[in-house]
């Protein structure tokens, strides 16, 4: 046997063959996922198989859907992403494992406030017309207002329910007040947006834009230390979610690299003001990698 075909044997003995069962009694920490409002307005429900690889860490080092509904794939894999394990071992040593979760998606499950589908109702135009208020960049008390109603709206959603439109309505009111020079009313709402992604729900895209939009608020009112902390943490969750998508969805990687160009920019600017030029520097050089 040849020495590369020899490594790869070893390594291929090296990684454990495990049940669904096996995996679920490994799992460290979970959380629910967030049922697609597509999903639940198209009453699509089901099981999706997704076949996981954990490395000796106890991380999901990939994954891969082996079957469900496709309008439930991506959640599942959201959802996945949040999940750890204590490590695989083989004669007590960690080993990397592969084997296949299963996220259940039930209609039954989802309990939404009595009064929930009318607040979607009033919610989801007023967020379109956010949406395109801050695109325009014609009119910025405009944009403030139907940004602040629209996450006033989604402040009306049950409280375990409807987290990614509450984080997602938080992110454009901080933008669309942050804009508009009203740092203290943005700073609220980007508040308002981590505290949602505190609670677990969303991915990795969704947490860089809640402490992204919360670190550029804290720069521009001249709160330098706090936006260097949570620029850093945004810029974290940039980095994992640019790893994810290059291996799962490449075609998406520009949208997933322009947010942490940008953070990294303006994060520079914030160290340099700090008197730390050093640090800065290396955000720029960090940027113009991506660009």
């Not at 291929?12 to 697609?36: F, G």
């Not at 006033?152 to 938080?170: D, L, M, N």
Request: glycine share 4%; charged share 25%; with cysteine.
């Amino acid at each position: 046997m040849t020495l590369p075909a020899l490594v790869t044997c070893i390594f291929a003995q090296d990684v454990l063959q495990v049940d669904a069962k096996t995996i679920q009694q490994h799992i460290d920490h979970q959380v629910s996922p967030v049922y697609p409002p597509i999903a639940k307005a198209a009453q699509i429900q089901g099981t999706v198989v997704v076949d996981l690889r954990i490395g000796t860490t106890g991380k999901i080092e990939s994954m891969k859907v082996v079957s469900g509904p496709a309008m439930l794939q991506q959640a599942a894999m959201d959802c996945l992403k949040q999940w750890s394990f204590h490590p695989f071992e083989k004669d007590g040593v960690p080993v990397a494992a592969t084997g296949p979760a299963s996220i259940v998606f039930l209609l039954s499950d989802y309990h939404p406030a009595p009064d929930d589908e009318q607040v979607a109702d009033r919610y989801f135009p007023l967020f379109d017309r956010c949406n395109n208020a801050i695109s325009s960049r014609a009119d910025t008390k405009s944009a403030e207002d139907v940004c602040n109603n629209a996450a006033e709206t989604a402040e009306k959603f049950g409280p375990e329910v409807r987290f990614i439109e509450k984080r997602s309505a938080f992110v454009y009111a901080a933008t669309a007040c942050a804009n508009n020079r009203d740092l203290s009313k943005a700073l609220d709402w980007a508040d308002k947006a981590v505290e949602v992604v505190k609670l677990g729900h969303d991915d990795d895209s969704g947490s860089n834009a809640a402490y992204s939009v919360k670190g550029t608020i804290e720069g521009m009112a001249g709160d330098l230390t706090d936006s260097d902390r949570d620029l850093t943490v945004a810029e974290d969750f940039s980095r994992k979610g640019i790893a994810w998508v290059e291996k799962e969805a490449p075609s998406l990687r520009t949208e997933y690299v322009r947010p942490f160009v940008r953070d990294l920019q303006f994060h520079a600017k914030v160290l340099k003001a700090l008197g730390r030029p050093d640090e800065a520097q290396k955000k720029l050089d960090e940027a113009a990698n991506y660009q």
